[in-house]
């Protein structure tokens, strides 16, 4: 691990462009980030951070450098380090340690006691406020660090795996402080999660392949907001969609939509490309290996590397290749190669650049303004999971509108009697 969050000894010249290429990668960001400049303006301004230390565990790329600097402005000591193992961005990790008031202790390609170590190196810092992308700094609070939990005034969590865990945490009354669900916010939900997972995992599979998308059966897995966003992206390249499901109503969904939808245990012949979006685990496992194509190619979009056991193949391949992100494995007499190590294939393949910049610009946007609101009103929460207030969704929507030039109506006060109104007459 890095010393005291300093990426970079000022003797390295290798470093010294590592930070430099950094510090472009977060200028390239920046410009594409309309909404998140005119928070930070406000932030610069009114110091809603002041006094607060705020503890991450995000992807450590350039749009959340971008985020780290606008909860800077606004007077936060910033701790942060990556939510997996391999989607820090070294490059911008180093540059992001430069930040004034941040402290960055996130690396790529760390082990296991690595990453929570330096889980616990954000945590040392006593934060006030919690970001996460996938709950490991609250479960680790709740855990091995309860000592700190009367110092903790909320939270904020990023992604669906990580507001399933805190969901279940609540209904069994266990979450000791309140954390908004930025998750499952219309802004995030519609944006990110459908044209950011669909267009930037799509991305990454080309890109680490060098395939053709089209005329490919693709395969995904779930018909959540992810799912869904994958499958409209692919089928846009040409592809033949397949959706497996458990939820009927998903499932109905998928096939109004437009895609064929059957058990994994019929698409895994069939599939050239699949994708898993489910957020849980064993949806791709040994049963399917030896029923796939020769050079069927596996990846995954969900949070945790669980979704295709990839253990198994580790254990049991007859013999393994590995190449540039793509792991290929010889099963019953043919290969199929696994992007990614299985994990979240926009961002931890070595061209992974995860969600695109308007898209985070959103849903970032979203992040500074629900941490703002945890500082000044989470001492008067419960502990619990809580919506992200209406009036934030609505203002980042009309920041983003502003910035696009985009006009739209609005309501008289003739309309608003009548929607307020239940005897409307005749």
């Known amino acids: 691990m890095y010393p005291e969050g300093d990426m970079l000894a000022d003797t390295s010249r290798n470093r010294g462009r590592t930070m430099e290429t950094g510090r472009r990668k977060m200028g390239w960001a920046r410009q594409y ?53 391999l989607s820090t961005q070294d490059d911008v990790a180093a540059a992001l340690g430069r930040v004034p008031g941040v402290h960055c202790y996130a690396k790529r390609a760390c082990s296991v006691d690595e990453y929570y170590a330096a889980i616990d190196r954000v945590l040392d810092a006593a934060p006030s406020v919690t970001i996460d992308d996938g709950m490991d700094l609250i479960h680790r609070l709740h855990t091995a660090r309860r000592d700190l939990l009367p110092g903790i005034i909320g939270g904020c969590e990023e992604t669906t795996t990580g507001i399933h865990r805190l969901r279940s945490m609540a209904e069994e009354g266990k979450l000791a402080f309140p954390v908004i669900a930025v998750n499952d916010t219309p802004m995030k939900r519609f944006f990110d999660n459908v044209h950011g997972t669909g267009e930037s ?70 599939g050239d490309i699949f994708v898993t979006t489910t957020g849980n685990t064993s949806i791709i496992t040994r049963r399917h290996f030896p029923l796939m ?42 290969t199929v190669h696994v992007l990614a190590e299985g994990r979240l294939v926009n961002l931890a393949t070595p061209k992974g650049m995860g969600h695109p910049v308007e ?30 207030p209406a009036a934030i969704d609505e203002r980042v929507a009309n920041l983003k509108l502003g910035a696009l030039g985009i006009a739209i109506d609005a309501l008289t006060d003739e309309q608003r009697c009548y929607m307020a109104s239940w005897d409307i007459g005749t």
């Open 33 to 85: 980030m309309p909404v998140l400049a005119a928070i930070r303006k406000d932030f610069e301004q009114e110091q809603p951070f002041s006094n607060i230390t705020i503890g991450m565990a995000l992807h450590v790329e350039a749009k959340t450098a971008v985020l780290v600097e606008t909860l800077a402005a606004g007077g936060a000591e910033v701790h942060i380090t990556g939510c997996n193992p």
């Open 359 to 388: 898209v985070m610009d959103l849903s970032f946007a979203v992040q500074a303004l629900s941490a703002r609101y945890i500082a000044e009103h989470g001492r008067s929460l419960a502990g619990g999971v809580y919506d992200v």
């Open 201 to 270: 995992s799509l991305t990454a599979i080309m890109a680490t392949t060098n395939v053709l998308i089209a005329g490919k059966h693709v395969v995904v897995a779930g018909y959540g907001y992810c799912g869904r966003g994958l499958a409209q992206k692919a089928r846009s390249l040409g592809a033949r969609v397949i959706v497996t499901e458990i939820d009927p109503r998903r499932a109905l969904q998928a096939h109004m939509d437009g895609f064929d939808v059957m058990p994994m245990d019929d698409a895994a012949a069939i």
């Open 293 to 334: 194509k020769n050079g069927a190619i596996l990846s995954n979009s969900g949070h945790f590397n669980v979704e295709i056991e990839v253990d198994w193949l580790e254990e049991h391949a007859d013999g393994i290749e590995r190449l540039d992100g793509i792991d290929s494995y010889a099963v019953a007499g043919r």
